[in-house]
């Protein structure tokens, strides 16, 4: 099982990421698929996640109206389209699976956003 995350970078406040996962050596479809932050000694958030089965998404009330997950399911693709960023959501970003009691995520990517 393998999840790669990409697009991560510095970026001033008011600018734009787009983050990239790409999952391997599961079922891509049965699963939800999603995107934790976590900075060290602070505690983890859940950001965004979408169902890959039924497209369901969900948002944290901090990135609502400013995030869009999306997926890819011919290309087992996940992506965040981050708008607006702001300091605060300076960030190590993970992506994370999730079916059941089956749970997996990457090695995340750094996401800076200087004001």
């Known amino acids: 099982v393998q999840l790669v995350e990409s697009g991560g970078g510095l970026v001033q406040a008011g600018g734009s990421l787009r983050l990239s996962c790409a999952a391997s050596?599961?079922?891509?479809?049965?699963?939800?698929i999603g995107w934790f932050r976590q900075a060290p000694g602070k505690e983890r958030e859940g950001v965004s996640s979408?169902?890959?089965?039924?497209?369901?998404?969900y948002y944290a009330d901090s990135v609502k109206g400013r995030f869009r997950v999306s997926s890819d399911n011919a290309k087992n693709m996940v992506y965040l389209q981050m708008n607006s960023l702001k300091p605060e959501d300076t960030d190590v970003y993970y992506c994370?699976?999730?079916?059941?009691?089956?749970?997996?995520w990457g090695q995340g990517t750094q996401v800076t956003v200087s004001s």
């Open positions: 050596g599961f079922a891509f479809g049965d699963y939800t």
């Open positions: 994370y699976a999730e079916a059941g009691h089956q749970g997996y």
């Open positions: 979408i169902s890959t089965t039924d497209g369901s998404k």
